[in-house]
Each structure stands twice: as C-alpha cells, then as structure tokens.
C-alpha cells in the first residue's frame, strides 16, 4: 500500500476506529513541548533509523511534523523499510491545530 496523505480531520476520525494509527511526531523534542496531540510518540525524524527496530510494521501509522514535509519524509523512509500501513498528516500540527483543536498551540 502506498502512503496515504490526509487531511488532519480524516485521521482524527480514523483515531475513533478500531484499530487506529498510532500517531508518530518527527519533530525535534523542543517543538513537541510547545506542541503535540496525544496520544502521540515522539520520534525526531533524525532519530527514526535508531527506533525502527521498536515498531511493528503491520501496524498503521500517522506520521505528523509541523507543516508536513518532515513527515514525508519518514512516511517515505519507512515505506522502504517494508512499512505498508502509513499516513502523512496534511499540514502537520498547524494544520491540525486549524481544523481540529485549536487548543494546540500554532507556532
């Protein structure tokens, strides 16, 4: 399966199925303390080749940064990696902030 890009309102939803993506940040650890959706995982993209071996890669996942590019990154890494059940989240946490909680701060 290839990566899904999606709005942040469609994976909010998807959080409220069975079974939901467990949302992975790829944000430095500065920018997920000024902001961050729970539940997440904090996981800086420059980190992610040393934390691979800790996800399942049948399980789904909604990688997440500020405004998207980060995360497409590691969505596109860990595709590679054999990864087949990912999302990028459209906009990051700004846009998720916009269209989902505006209690999140933007930055």
């Known amino acids: 399966m290839a990566i899904e890009y999606l709005h942040p309102t469609d994976?909010?939803?998807r959080l409220t199925q069975d079974a939901p993506p467990l949302i992975i940040d790829v944000r430095e650890p500065?920018?997920?303390?000024?902001?961050h959706i729970e539940p997440s995982e904090l996981i800086p993209l420059s980190e992610l080749p040393d934390h691979v071996?800790?996800?399942d890669p049948t399980r789904s996942y909604a990688l997440l940064c500020h405004h998207g590019m980060r995360s497409e990154m590691a969505a596109n890494w860990l595709a590679q990696q054999g990864f087949q059940h990912l999302?990028?989240?459209e906009g990051g946490i700004d846009a998720w902030s916009m269209h989902v909680n505006p209690d999140i701060p933007r930055y």
């Not at 500065?30 to 902001?35: K, N």
């Open 87 to 89: 999302v990028n989240i």
């Open 30 to 35: 500065w920018e997920y303390g000024l902001a």
């Open 53 to 55: 071996h800790t996800l």
């Open 11 to 13: 994976v909010a939803a």
